[in-house]
């Protein structure tokens, strides 16, 4: 503040440096060699420091401040007092809170169980992996872990037959008539209601529209494309409908009817008995450049946004939200642990190497959930100690040992991580605001400090299981398979306009993203009564064979056709110039 106060003063000046006499501010605004880096030597040879490279500095410092909240705003949202994030009725009803959390009261008994389950961790691994064969510690590049590729499932024999079947009873079913069956059988129709105080629209007929509306936006053809199609509905009709009834939290209700409707009309001996695993992961979609969502992701190698979905393990999505490209995939993966409105009780979530952190693996473990990635660089990872002086107790893992984990900071700091943990699951504060203030590295704050620590130890206890379990590394690689092929659906469905978002609104591109959301659970809903429908029959049935049902999906697509009829009649002809028509050259 102390340099802000300095810029202000001078910015009217158009002096090179500033009054020997200014209280120039070094330590947490210049970087620690700044005299090789900003120094230069005036007429006197005095090293000085240039007042635009002062100010640069000084301006970098405060975003970065900000971002972690060291600094910040009275009366701001994103940028407020951190205070304000925290429940503000802590103290009063600390046990209630530790309750819902299912922690205990005392950080000792916190602390202790976690420094134990990782001893018996680390000795595990230790003691099995002169006899594990996928896994080997490597003194190369001070350290490395080589964890042997997975082989190969058996393939499934009878599932391509099942295939066929459906294909063979269902030909080319309308996706639209997929979305209208589920409607009739759920009428997940009812969620959406005006906020005008009186309508008289019958009821059928908005229901004929808001079907209409939702593949508009789902299949992203547009509403114009779609009652182009239908002789008796006018686009004026959708445009009133989709303006006056199809909102955010309206669309949000309809999926969450359809997928506890999913959850509740499987047949156990064909699915299995219920998961509580689901599978988070973003794709990237084409947008327009003149909206603030637009971004160019690199990894990718295009402009656009992102959706990030949570996919339970047979292809039932619970969650979904429309974020930028650069924004913080850990947040959206908390969010849609923590917001799906659902009947599914997640407890372990798949991720890739972008959606886990060490203060992810804190949180996750903090809020009840096991947060389980699959690590891009598996090689450089370190496996952290329980107590100081105890590397001597695991010597094949000596190459990738670490420090030992800081259990005093833990324990001084577990209310403080409590506090945040419970402002994560009421929502009092965004998720992803949370998350910026604690991964900035520059500012030293003590609860990121204790949830670091905590992260640090809980992921060397997964990374023990994960090395020493190849059930376990598969279970991962199939939940993350399942994820990828909802996204694989996506570009099938999400077909009109190049996949690309067409409007520049937030709102609407979120209204697209959810109603294509619920055009795919719908379609699930539908393939689930299909399958079931077809396994019913014992000769069926008794085809398949475990590596059938392990595998089965009701992500199918090739008997559906989402772009409606087409019609072909020779005898019919264009009505154009009629001297072409009658000389045979039309």
Known sequence: MTALTLLHRYRDSTRRYYDADADLVMEGVLPDDWPERLGEPDDTGEIR??????EICVLQALREKLRSRAIWVEGGRRYGNPEQD????????????????????????????LKQTLQTSLSTLDSGLPKNPGVRILERKN???????????????????????????WPLTGLLDMLKETDLRINFTESFETAATRETLDRNLLQRRLLLCLYGLGTNTGLQRVCAGVGDEAYS??????????????????????????????MAPIWGEGTSACASDSKQFGAWDQNLMTEWHQRYGGRGVMIYWHVEKKSVCIYSQLKT??????AAMLEGLL???????VERNYVDTHGQSEIAFAFCHLLGFELMPRLKRIGVQRLYLPEPGTKAAYPNLQPVLNRAINGELIRQQYDQMIKYATALRLGTAETEVILKQFNRSETKHPTHQALSELGRAVK?????????????????????????????ANDFIFYGRSSEFASNRHDQQELSALALHLLQISMVYINTLMIQRVLSEPEWMTQMQPEDLRALTPLLWQHVTPYGAFRLDLGERLDLDPHDVQGGSA
């Open 460 to 488: 060397t206890i997964f990374l023990c299981r994960y090395l020493q379990s190849v059930a376990l590394r598969q279970e991962i690689q199939e939940g993350l398979n399942v994820v990828e092929r909802w996204n694989g």
């Open 325 to 330: 490209c650069s924004s913080s995939e850990v």
């Open 339 to 345: 917001r799906h409105n659902s009947e599914m009780t």
């Open 143 to 169: 350290g490395w872990i080589s964890v042997s590729p997975l082989a190969a499932q058996p393939e499934p024999p009878n599932l391509q037959k099942l295939k066929q079947e459906i294909n063979h009873r």
């Open 237 to 266: 009709n959708l445009l009133y409908v989709k303006r006056h009834y199809l909102h955010q939290e309206h669309l949000r209700n309809a999926i969450a009817k359809v997928v506890n409707a999913v959850l509740n009309v499987r």
């Open 86 to 113: 925290l429940p503000q009725d802590f103290d009063a009803h600390r046990q209630v809170y530790y309750q819902e959390l299912k922690q205990p009261l005392e950080a000792e008994t916190f602390v202790e169980p």
């Open 49 to 54: 420091i240039n007042r635009v490279n002062y």
